[in-house]
């Protein structure tokens, strides 16, 4: 992988951490563990979806990713930590927090790109277009 790649998604495996461990910090009560039971499965999960990540040096942030390899339950659940998180990130972690929302405004990858014109297009067969106007007779 290249450097700067390789650069960019430790950020972004970073930046997720603090949000996990900030949103269950602020939801789920102390405790004498970094994380409760279902942060850490979140945790692990994400960091397992990072690993695996298909667009390895391409990755887009997950967030404008159009291929969404989270199953629904944990696409929902960090979802929520970005919707709480995200916002009382900047305080804390300026940098961080710049530098993830610079690398949400990169381009996406030709292979990106791809995925989701065909996806989209794929939308579009499924969604046929709503009823025709009747002509006025
Ligand atoms: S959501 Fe997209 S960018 Fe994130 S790990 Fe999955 S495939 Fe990669
Ligand atoms: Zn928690």
Known sequence: MRPA??????RERRTLGIMIG????????PRAEPLCGDCEALWTYAQTRLDRCVFADEKPTCAICPVH???AT??????NVMRWAGPRMLLPH?????????DEKRPLSAKAQA?????????????PPGPETP???
């Open 5 to 10: 790649a390789a650069r960019r998604i430790a």
């Open 22 to 29: 900030r949103y269950c910090a602020g939801n789920h009560g």
């Open 69 to 71: 390899c989270y199953e």
């Open 74 to 79: 944990m696409r929902e659940r960090v979802r």
């Open 94 to 102: 300026p940098i961080l927090t710049l530098l993830h929302l610079r």
């Open 115 to 127: 995925i989701r014109a065909r996806r989209q297009q794929a939308a579009n067969l499924i969604s």
């Open 135 to 137: 002509s006025a007779r």
